[in-house]
């Protein structure tokens, strides 16, 4: 009879053959066996372990079982040490070791007290708020429990084993790789260890990408800034302001600021307007700026600061969506205080009946007076190869594949497929239910995302009854079109002047005695609060809706 270690005879009991395939693989235990068949191993106890001779080869078997050793080249767990772990198990059995006749049932519990933040980092954050997303969309994936776990992935077939060390994957890696990490996470969440909802919370071990002592001064640098602009007045601005700023938005950058960093590139924008003396400068927007910085500047400051959400994100989630079905309905040109510039696009999903946008952004805030490629040259993103944005107008396009974030802000990743589909007129595509005539029960539509609803959900369509241009404000430098219903409501579209607005005011002034004399066309617009009141900003103008041409 084998003297076995404690912790040996306990490994041995729970390894079945299902447990070695997790190992190696079936081949590997079917070999082991075929090997045993023809030889007459020989043991002898060594301290923790037992060395095994088989033939030439010895094997050396200890608990953990997957650390077990062969004198053979192989990497891995070889035929001989399966065949020497079979051969120890039969020894241990039939040498009336104490202990239940039938193995015991495997401990799989180490398995579920692997921290999800371990997880998190061995999948990375974009990856485990995607597979988190698909998981709520499509359920957990198939996962067989018995002295293994299996989960099949749809893109590798993952073996669970404790130790976790041991486990496998059909992606060959020995490290713990996004597949394991996520065939961990659908066996808590299929254990109830944890739910949905509580992993794709803000975590708080996010806080170690923050330095407290850099965010402190970075805080208390953005404070005196605004303080110092504030006692010296417009008329002591120092020139080097706008600079100061752009400096310290470069610190707030680097200490993991973004919604400082930003603020800090709008200020320096409104400074270089007020220095300038640009009829585009308002004092309230300054006003304004300055007290949200010194806001949240204040709020990073104290003791018990949630930085994850004080401190905001450079970029925002790309995760997966259903297949989309979009037409492309109109665009604008941004030019942002903070320091970008692109076009916006307005896709409409049909089968949805919500509205997506796709960005093409560029910073501005170091780049010299150069030639831009137009808006319209803008080349197509999803493999449509060739193909310009301007070119998607009144087609169809479905999108598999396709990323967003949370407010519907389409990605052009390049595992996203686009396909163009049949011809498509706006008003064939779009809700003829939702092109408002009733500007009070488009209001009552708009109300809930007006103060902190996302872009996608202030977009409209209207048709007013009659339209009004008044004269162009030069106090105020705004243009100003009033819409009207049919029963006399009115909402003001407003577009305020300024360089990179310039050719919109003239359009919009060159259409406006047409669209006064002609009403009955159809606007593309995104509503916003100004003050208390509903205005809008023009998109597109159809002249031409609903008509065979």
Known sequence: MLNLPETLRAALAQAGEEYLAGLSNKGTVNRGKKDLSGLT?????????????????????RAPLGDSGCSCPAQGMCRHRVAAILWLKTQSQDGGCSGPSEAPPPDLSPLLEVPADQIRKAMGAKNFHSLLFRLGRDGLPAISEGSIVQVELPDAAVKLLTPLEHSSCTCRSRELCRHKAAALLCYQLKKERHTLEELAGPTKTSE??????????????????????????????????????????????TANLPRLENGLRSLSTLLERALKRSAAFR???????????????????????DLPSLAGSFRDEYLPCPPLFLSLLGERQF??????????????????????????????????????????????????????????????????????????????SEESRGTVGANGKPWEVFPPELCWTDFSAMFQYLEPYLLEGPETDRVVFLRPAACKTE?????????????????????????????????LVQTLEALSKNIEEHPGGVFLA????????????????YSEWGCGA
């Open 41 to 61: 191993p020989a043991a002898t106890p060594d301290g923790e372990t037992v060395r095994v001779a088989l033939g030439d080869v010895e094997c050396v078997i």
């Open 208 to 253: 170690s990408r923050w330095d407290p002592e850099q965010v402190s001064a970075a805080a208390l640098a953005v404070r005196e800034l605004a303080a110092g602009i504030l006692d010296n007045g417009l008329s002591r601005l120092s020139p080097g302001a706008p600079d100061s700023a752009q400096r310290l938005s470069a610190l707030c950058h």
């Open 526 to 541: 995104l509503a916003r609060l100004s003050g208390e009141n509903l205005s809008l900003y023009p998109i597109e103008y």
């Open 283 to 305: 004092t309230e927007d300054l006003l304004l700026r300055l007290a949200e910085l010194n806001h949240q500047a204040k709020a990073l400051e104290a003791p018990d600061a």
């Open 335 to 412: 030019h942002s205080d903070s320091g970008f510039a692109g076009t916006v696009y307005y896709f409409w999903e049909l089968n949805q009946r919500r509205w997506y946008t796709y960005t093409i952004a560029r910073p501005t805030f170091y780049e010299g007076r150069g030639r831009r490629r137009p808006p319209s040259r803008n080349p197509a993103p999803w493999g449509l190869l060739d193909c310009l944005m301007d070119q998607l107008y009144n087609l169809t396009l479905s999108l598999d594949h396709g990323k967003a974030t949370a407010d519907r802000r389409l990605s052009s």
């Open 471 to 503: 004269a162009f404000d030069k106090v105020n430098q705004q243009f100003r079109m009033t819409l009207s219903d049919s029963a006399g409501r009115t909402v003001p579209l407003e577009v305020r002047y300024r360089a990179e607005a310039k050719s």
